[in-house]
């Protein structure tokens, strides 16, 4: 069986801000899923591998219109404003930086919208390999309550998807946080 | 961050005959899995996986007692008789085959019992670090009536878990059949 010449996996993440801390950080299950991912798969074999970073940002505050742009370098963050850390840019320069240390390439960007939809779409568009998704790991009641990104991508993504689940010692007073 | 000094990343495979063909051969979706998994996970980095492949046998059959061996080599199958072949001992053959050919080590085994239990079972039992299902794809139509193994796994087993669909154009005539 061939691998095809010059060929890298690409792979996507959708990554989210921490819900628990007072100023911005990647949430428990992103820097899981980022960490997995690269602990599991990657290993060190980083130029065969190419990490796209998704984070859909949810509409609930002014509109932000310089969306469109892609992330690809730890340069690429040099002067954040605190408008950039409202965007969540803090957030793509936390997995650029640490691909950049790695050395495993990357491409980071925002779009903003419901994020199961949004993600979904972006497969749809990007065609990656493979989806990475972090979860909170709630039971069934939770996530009534909740909803789940990663069961609506596992279903609907055109991809194949792999959910990683957050272990239970890194789980915060209240689970439903992240 | 450090990859664990002499590792391997474990992936579990729960392999299937197929449904169709008069001799028996590895299902589609099977091979589709095994295929995605080497090229788009496994590549060139062969010395840093092993693959584990487990055939649940669904038990309608006269009883067979040596369940519990492990094949990890071609040699291991030089001499299957029809015996073997009924057991399935010709679907791990092909497998470690093709892994001995990549230079991937592996390990294969059978099990005896309901498919979808018994991968979580041995899920808990050698906490592989992923696991790779098969599945066809089927609608939510087709679903009701044949069931999915993958489904089950994606939700009960204590591992990530990658299911690998059936492409379109790889389908049988009866998108049931695999």
Chains 1, 2 share one sequence.
Not at 41 to 65: C, M, W
Not at 66 to 90: N, Q, V
Not at 94 to 99: D, G, L, Q, W
Not at 110 to 127: L, S
Request: aromatic share 8%.
């Amino acid at each position: 069986m061939e691998i095809e010449e010059g060929s890298v996996t690409r792979i996507l993440m959708g990554v989210s801000e921490s819900t628990i801390k007072g100023y911005p950080h990647a949430s428990i299950s992103s820097r899981g899923a980022f960490d997995w991912t690269i602990q599991k798969i990657v290993r060190y074999n980083t130029s065969a591998f190419k990490l796209l970073f998704l984070h859909v940002q949810v509409p609930d505050e002014d509109g932000f219109d310089d969306m469109d742009s892609i992330y690809a370098s730890p340069e690429d963050f040099k002067s954040l404003t605190d408008r950039d850390r409202a965007k969540g840019l803090h957030l793509l320069a936390y997995f650029v930086t640490r691909c950049h240390e790695i050395g495993v390439s990357c491409e980071a960007w925002i779009k903003r919208g419901d994020p199961k939809e949004v993600i979904c779409h972006e497969v749809k568009r990007v065609q990656p390999d493979l989806l990475v998704v972090g979860s909170r790991g709630l039971g069934p009641f939770q996530r009534v309550f909740v909803g789940t990104v990663s069961e609506f991508c596992v279903k609907h993504a055109e991809c194949p998807v792999i959910t990683i689940k957050r272990s239970a010692d890194e789980a915060p007073q209240d689970p439903v946080d992240d």
